[in-house]
């Protein structure tokens, strides 16, 4: 996976640091931390986790094959979703394709706060307790994805 133009940003970006990087602009705009010198913002309604543009209209369509995100994004990139889950001082961002518990929707991690809240408003009170739990610990945010992230570290 060679290097390749960030669509929010334009610099140049090594195909496996992409999932990272487009992560943390996602994180920030979630968190209305406005970044300098973009050339696109990312999308406010279901962002892409490879492109930062909207998933709502289709156009990045999202599933999981086996251990892999499978998507139609222009931007795609290859990545293994399992360690790709997990945040590391050196990688932060956790935002990785995510079965829905509820429903055969699959959405990027960092967007099923929303789905859930858009389309399965009680899904706390309605889930059995194990799948409930289970799900909850599969979308919970990193404690290095939650804290307030800052600009200058895209």
């Known amino acids: ?6 669509l929010i940003c334009g610099k140049d970006v090594l195909g496996a640091e992409r999932q990272n990087h487009m992560g943390k602009h996602i994180m920030l705009s979630l ?28 156009a990045c369509a999202l599933s999981i094959r086996g251990r892999k995100a499978i998507s139609t994004c222009r931007e795609v ?10 945040s590391t ?17 699959t959405h990027w991690k960092y967007n099923m706060a929303t789905h859930l809240s858009d389309s399965h408003p009680h899904w706390e009170i309605t889930a059995k307790k194990p799948e409930r739990i289970e799900f909850e610990t599969k979308i919970a945010l990193a404690a ?11």
């Open 1 to 6: 996976m060679g290097r390749r133009k960030c």
């Open 31 to 58: 968190h209305g931390i406005t970044e300098k010198n973009l050339i696109a913002a990312v999308a406010t309604s279901y962002p892409c986790g490879s492109c930062g543009g909207s998933m709502s209209n289709g």
């Open 77 to 86: 990139y290859e990545f293994q979703i399992k360690p790709a889950s997990k």
């Open 89 to 105: 001082t050196a990688k932060a961002s956790t935002n990785v394709p995510i079965a829905c518990a509820l429903c055969p929707q």
């Open 144 to 154: 290095a994805s939650r804290s307030t992230p800052t600009a200058a570290a895209v």
